[in-house]
């Protein structure tokens, strides 16, 4: 199961149609800001539910924003790691640093989504 975190419902669903495309996942999540999916999240991860494998989390979003929504996901106590993918159209290198402080961000990739991108997030997770 993957996760989408992003407010920007074109690339939402730009992006469900290349995970449908390229068979990168056989149900996924989606949510427009990073509240809505801690909230979902949280409970989740607590009570050894059923959670994503991957998240791709946009960091620009309203209510709260993905650097937030990180800051509250490293804080619920969990025995496996979701592997977290930034996707952002920032270019900014103060993004791309903070990023690497997050032991679960593998990667920081600037939006569009390619199904090429897609493919090989499927062959660094397995």
């Known amino acids: 199961m993957a996760c989408i975190i992003d407010d920007d419902p074109i690339f939402v669903y730009g992006t469900k ?5 390229t068979q990168f996942c056989d149900k996924f999540l989606v949510f427009h800001n990073g509240q809505d999916a801690i909230d979902y999240l949280r409970p989740a ?5 059923k959670k994503p494998e991957i998240i791709l989390l946009d960091l620009n979003m309203p209510v709260m924003d993905g650097w937030q929504f990180l ?4 804080q619920v106590p969990t025995h496996v790691l979701i592997t977290i993918y930034i996707v952002s159209s920032s270019i900014d290198p103060a993004d ?3 990023a690497k402080l997050y032991q679960n961000v593998t990667n920081y990739l600037i939006k569009p989504m390619t199904a090429q991108r897609l493919k090989e997030i499927l062959n660094e997770h397995n």
């Open 45 to 49: 991860i607590l009570n050894n539910e």
């Open 96 to 98: 791309r640093n903070r």
């Open 71 to 74: 800051d509250e996901l490293i």
């Open 17 to 21: 149609r290349l995970m449908q495309l």
